[in-house]
């Protein structure tokens, strides 16, 4: 390990629950994480309250950490205000995106198609991520883009799962050439609205596919 131990373990873990290897609900024990990283309980529980300040893990008095799970409630009001926050992000990064960040999102939908008509919904969706992220990076105010990752992380596990819903994939790659076209036009109205509209229904698929999605 290195000298900062608690961050360390904090970044494993927390890597670890946004990619899905700890499961919602999962328990994380303090005993069991120490022995696994060889060291002290209470480096671990330090760690332990690092991730729950970032809303990943609940921890119960005298009880383990578990990671975090959400109600379909929950997760509508995260697509709730995500809708707003990246309406906002993209009207603003319309007007410093740069042509090479422009090419970057032609070529992600290049591969978006490829992965559609490959049915390998997988690497569609690793792609999407990468196309809000230039979009992220074109946006000047970082404040709105760091409140969105937040979100996002908290979400990761589950915002993956939309693409698996028969039709989402064709309908996902209809909103994101929509959103390319108003971007390379440099029409920041337009650009948010159909962003918005992009996340509307992202929030849709969840509330009429929640029992499949959870």
């Known amino acids: ?33 120490a022995n696994q990283f060889g060291v002290s309980r209470n ?27 959400y109600s379909m409630a929950e997760v509508l009001e995260f697509l709730e205000l995500r809708e707003n926050l990246e309406g906002f992000i993209i009207r603003k990064a ?6 090479e960040q422009l090419e970057k999102l032609s070529e992600l939908l290049s591969q978006m198609k490829t992965h559609m008509v490959n049915r390998d919904l997988l690497a569609y969706s690793q792609c999407n991520q990468n196309f809000h992220a ?19 992380n908290q979400m990761r596990k589950y915002n993956t799962k939309t693409i698996l819903i028969p039709g989402r994939d064709v309908q996902s790659f ?7 076209e108003a971007i390379k036009a440099r029409d920041g109205e337009l650009a948010e609205k159909l962003m918005q509209h992009h996340i509307f229904n992202v929030r849709k698929t969840f509330e009429d596919n929640y029992s499949l999605l959870f």
């Open 1 to 33: 390990m290195t000298k900062n131990q608690t961050t360390e373990i904090y970044d494993t873990l927390k890597e670890k629950i946004i990619s899905g290897f700890y499961q919602p609900s999962e328990s994380l024990t303090e005993l069991e994480l």
């Open 43 to 69: 480096t671990v529980k330090k760690a332990l309250f690092m991730l729950e300040r970032e809303n990943l893990v609940s921890i119960e008095r005298n009880k383990s950490a578990k990671v975090r799970s």
């Open 94 to 99: 319309v007007n410093s995106i740069t042509e």
């Open 134 to 152: 230039v979009i992220y990076s074109a946006c000047v105010n970082r404040t709105a883009v760091e409140m969105t990752l937040q979100l996002k």
């Open 174 to 180: 209809a909103e994101h050439t929509q959103i390319y």
